[in-house]
């Protein structure tokens, strides 16, 4: 497609209107013709005033501070822009229904294009030319949207391990057309579903339960006496979730036609892997591609006495026990720990906090964590920061943490159970990673963002890759770009707008830059904030603990950061996502109705605060 066919579909749109809610592949199919047009009319020489050469100047910086000049926003703004300085169009109307960082942008790109053909634009000094007579509709364009390869069903993909990141990747290939093959060692699901995402929320939701009746339940008018953890059951409903969701995976596959074979993965060449299935039997596979999607593992320190000591547990262990421990020292104060440590102070348990640095939760925003830490002491949690861990002990009661403190000091804490939650490491050692030729980093795959590993035609996703999140969504949509990638699609990864959750009480959320990496980037940066106490369904739903604070380019007004915490913040988040993605101004934020009464508009009232205009609370 050129660029005369570009205006024309923009024309058409323009004149049902649809112009402002293109559909956004429109745009990526015409990404290259616009940035080819773009570098021819930057390369005009002649004439060209020291003006429009600011003004051009300006637009490339722009590139630079809105991440990509080609995004779908601003690729919409700048495509309107070319049709407004080619065909020298300049409709009044359209212009004034942009928001003010629309406006902006479009004039400064029109004005640039036009000053190269030597006619510079004024915005509303110059005179303008009236919209003409509306032009008979160009036929729409053929839609270009790559066909289904032709050759789909012919292609083989072995997908190594059912996580979230190996059953989406291989539902995906299988959806585009690929004769898929599953391998997974031990359970469909993998880590999320069976010892991770799923079961941790499944005992904090009890916790939320008991919580909500122990610390609300007089003042909002419901007494419960007589309120009691039945752990073997808490334990009993988070295994039924788990079977329900692992169960529907299977169904999934089926229905998806995907092989699944029970069996565990190893390469013994490029592209050659030996499979031991459950049977015993060996089986050497290949496939025109291979994605390893085989998650990680919990890590466990060099502490010693720790490995020896039955009471020291890791996630796995504390998710699986068969009693309610009285006291729980958990070594690490990152999302991992700190969840289950809410999970289990709600039941009843003494936890003591054990952290090496000097705060915990590194990924959240200062603010969030300050809130969250408070919130967990008001529940009895002890924290002891930049006490790293000397060695564990024996004890009667079930095992004795040694720490130095942060004084230099010897110092213990006893308690049934040690929790070792000091991360996770990737689970590639059974894979033979240098006969398969994959360069790894200490086991850590190394990808590019189309998940492209050392060796054409291997892929690697989700935990087991080096340098990204680890957590569900990321393999999840890692697994979607391998196949689409291996399928023939464009597909990339980006982690602009991967966000964080930590289900700590109350549940903190965190997508794009803190303000201690807007600071430490040099951005110029304006903060909005918003206390959850001024938002009426928030004082409801939890007495309105918590915050919303976004950060946003002072220059161009443009959600760079969303952080919030407080009821349901896992959720609200997507909007904080969204925004990014969309590369949306705080003015977006403001002029989007958010329902009332809503957790919601706590995000909008934020939005409010960064233009120092907030209506529900002060400036
Ligand atoms: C306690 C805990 C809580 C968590 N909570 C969250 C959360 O709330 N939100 C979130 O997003 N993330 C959370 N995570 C992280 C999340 O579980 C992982 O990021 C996610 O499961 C990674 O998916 P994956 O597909 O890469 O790997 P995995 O889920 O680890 O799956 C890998 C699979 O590969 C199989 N496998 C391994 N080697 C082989 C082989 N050689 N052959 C065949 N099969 C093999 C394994 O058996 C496994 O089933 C949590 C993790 C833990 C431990």
Do not use: W
Not at 90 to 100: S, T
């Amino acid at each position: 497609m050129g660029f005369d066919d570009l205006r024309s579909i923009l024309l058409s749109e323009r004149e049902t209107g649809k112009l402002l809610q293109v559909p956004p592949d429109l745009f990526d199919r015409t990404h290259a013709e616009i940035a080819e047009l773009l570098k021819k009319v930057y390369a005009i020489e002649d004439p060209l005033s020291e003006e429009a050469r600011a003004l051009i100047e300006e637009t490339i910086a722009m590139k630079e501070t809105m991440h990509d000049l080609f995004s779908i926003r601003s690729r919409k703004i700048v495509a309107l822009a070319l049709v407004h300085a080619e065909g020298n169009y300049y409709d009044r109307e359209e212009v004034k229904r942009m928001l003010p960082s629309e406006k902006t942008m479009f004039e400064q790109v029109a004005a640039g294009l036009l000053a190269c053909q030597g006619t510079l634009l004024k915005n509303e000094k110059q005179p303008l030319v009236p919209a003409p007579a509306p032009v008979a509709a160009p036929a729409p364009a053929a839609p270009a949207t790559p066909a289904a390869p032709a050759a789909a069903g012919a292609k083989t993909v072995i997908v190594i391990g059912g996580g979230p990141g190996g059953y989406v990747a291989a539902i995906r290939a299988a959806q585009l057309g690929a004769k898929v093959t599953l391998i997974e060692k031990e359970h469909l699901g993998g880590t999320c579903l069976n010892v991770g995402c799923i079961p941790t929320k499944c005992l904090l939701h009890s916790a939320d339960l008991i919580n909500g009746i122990k610390n609300q339940g007089a003042d909002i008018g419901v007494k419960v006496t007589g309120v009691e953890v039945d752990f073997p059951q808490v334990i009993a409903h988070k295994d039924a979730i788990s079977k329900k969701l692992t169960t529907g995976v299977g169904g999934l596959l089926k229905m998806n036609k995907v092989a699944k074979i029970d069996g565990t993965a190893a390469f013994t060449a490029p592209k050659t892997l030996e499979v031991t299935k459950a049977d015993g039997s060996k089986e050497s596979m290949t496939a025109d591609d291979i994605i390893v999607a085989t998650g990680s593992v919990n890590a466990t320190p060099p502490i010693p006495g720790l490995k020896e000591n039955p009471n020291c547990i890791d996630s796995t262990g504390a998710l699986s026990l068969k009693e309610l421990p009285k006291s729980m020292v958990v070594i690490g104060g990152g999302v991992i720990g700190l969840e289950l440590a809410c999970a289990y102070a709600s039941f009843g348990t003494k936890i003591t906090v054990v952290e090496a640095l000097d705060h915990v939760l590194p990924m959240l925003d200062g603010d969030l964590t300050a809130i969250g830490v408070a919130h967990m002491k008001k529940m009895g949690m002890e924290f002891h920061l930049e006490c790293p861990v000397q060695s564990v002990e024996k004890s009667s009661v079930g095992a004795k943490v040694v720490c130095k403190n942060k004084a230099g000091e010897t110092v213990s804490f006893e308690a049934e159970k040690v929790l070792v939650a000091v991360g996770r490491k990737a689970n590639t050692a059974e894979l033979n990673l240098e006969a398969g030729k994959l360069d790894n980093d200490r086991g850590r795959i190394i990808v590019n963002n189309k998940m492209e590993t050392s060796v054409s035609g291997v892929y690697a996703i989700g935990d087991c890759v080096k340098g990204f999140a680890l957590l569900a969504h990321t393999a999840m949509v890692m697994g979607e770009v391998a196949a689409e990638r291996i399928m023939g699609k464009d597909s990339v990864y980006d982690e602009s707008t991967n966000p964080t959750c930590v289900y700590i009480e109350p549940e903190a959320a965190s997508v794009g830059l803190t303000e201690e990496q807007a600071k430490a980037k040099g951005i110029d940066y304006v903060v909005g904030k918003f206390p959850m106490v001024a938002n009426g369904r928030a004082l409801i739903l939890n007495g309105g603990e918590g915050l919303v604070k976004i950060i946003a380019s002072k220059k161009y007004n443009e959600v760079l950061g969303m952080h919030i915490i407080g009821p349901d913040a896992s959720d609200l988040i997507a909007e904080g996502a969204l925004a990014i993605r969309l590369e949306c101004t705080v003015d977006e934020l403001i002029s989007t109705i958010h329902s009332h009464p809503t957790v919601t508009e706590a995000v909008r009232e934020c939005a409010l605060n960064v233009e120092k205009r907030c209506i529900h609370s002060k400036n």
